[in-house]
């Protein structure tokens, strides 16, 4: 493989961004591998989610991320394989991972970037850095900011300071905890059973907070009693609702870490807020949720969607934010 140029990777449990240093070229892709049963790979990315939920039996789908660490090496080593392959080579990694992580599940990105993927040189960051950055909050300074992340798999809390995590969570609730809430509200109340896909759908396209349009969506799926294929209209307050216990939770958890903030820290983060970022951060209407039971300002970070791979970006293209990253070295030396 030629490798051409440095890259940042934001490797997320249900898709991938990989971006170059000068922010030229991006590509974005489901973070899945279809294998056939004899070992085989069907297909990668995009590909491969387009026939989730439809496979044969002789066919299994694999997301190789879990909870935002590496859950399959091998599967995940053969889709970065393919991607970056697609993406024309990346001589250098920058790579965003979870603030909660162990030293095995650090060494595991080091491992799979050293692997087919061949990267010279590999440096990892915390993800709430690379969204504070994003945020063009001053990372480097004493003052306390707080950045949270509502992800597929995961919600990342970090509280920051003088360029370090001071406090964070990393909770193992996202978005998925979300579709599958609503699949089984479909199912109770509709009698209708619906894959992962049909749910996140109906989450993207009808959930909201406080208020929202009184919308529909026609789905299908199969009647939990006859069996047989069947639609039904599926409302945005059922879907609503559905996913309140799960917002809930996670609201509970912003609010425990933010009380658990030194004194001299809070201050700061109750005159300056909140920062959201994170794609399921973009349903209506729930920063001002999450404000309204927090009761401190709350900013959405533009574009949250892409906040932490604009934030790998950004540090690799200033000197003065190299001490935000570190490499495998620097991980033997924390031990």
């Known amino acids: 493989m030629l490798l051409q140029r440095a890259c940042g990777l934001d490797l997320g449990t249900d898709t991938i961004k990989i971006r170059d240093k000068n922010g030229k070229k991006f590509l974005y892709s489901r973070n899945v591998v279809a294998v056939r049963r004899d070992g085989s790979v069907l297909a990668c990315g ?26 399959n090496l091998t599967e995940m080593d053969i889709l970065l394989d393919y991607l970056i ?17 162990t030293q095995v599940e650090k060494r595991a990105f080091f491992q799979v970037m050293k692997g087919q993927i061949g990267a010279g040189r590999i440096r990892l960051i915390e993800k709430g850095l690379a969204d504070a950055v994003s945020a063009s909050l001053p990372v480097l300074s004493s003052r306390g900011h707080m950045v949270v992340n509502i992800g597929a798999d995961t919600t990342e809390i970090s509280v920051i300071s003088s360029g370090k995590v001071i406090l ?43 208020n929202g349009p009184r919308l529909e969506q026609k789905v299908f799926g199969i009647h ?30 912003i609010n425990s870490i933010y009380n658990r903030i030194p004194p001299q820290l809070m201050k700061d983060i109750s005159h300056e807020g909140i920062y959201l ?54 991980l033997a030396a924390m031990r």
């Open 168 to 210: 964070g969570q990393t909770l193992k609730i996202g978005g998925r905890r979300m579709d599958a809430d609503i699949a089984t509200m479909v199912r109770r109340k509709f009698n209708l059973s619906i894959g992962q896909k049909t749910a996140e759908s109906l989450k993207n396209n009808l959930a909201f907070m406080i």
């Open 277 to 330: 970022s994170g794609g399921v951060s973009m349903i209506l209407n729930l920063p001002e949720y999450i404000r309204r039971e927090i009761g401190i300002p709350l900013h959405h970070i533009q574009d949250p969607k892409y906040s932490t791979i604009r934030g790998l970006v950004e540090v690799m293209n200033n000197k003065d934010l190299k001490p935000l990253t570190y490499t495998l070295n620097d």
């Open 46 to 71: 995009d590909a491969a989610y387009s026939v989730y939920e439809k496979q044969p039996d002789t066919v299994r789908v694999v997301w190789p991320m879990e909870s935002g660490v590496i859950a």
């Open 85 to 101: 392959r697609r993406f024309g080579g990346a001589s250098s990694l920058l790579i965003a991972v979870p603030t909660e992580i």
């Open 224 to 253: 939990t009693l006859s069996g047989l294929p069947k639609a039904e209209v599926i409302p945005s307050l059922a879907v609503s609702v559905a996913i309140i216990d799960t917002v809930d939770s996670i609201v509970e958890s």
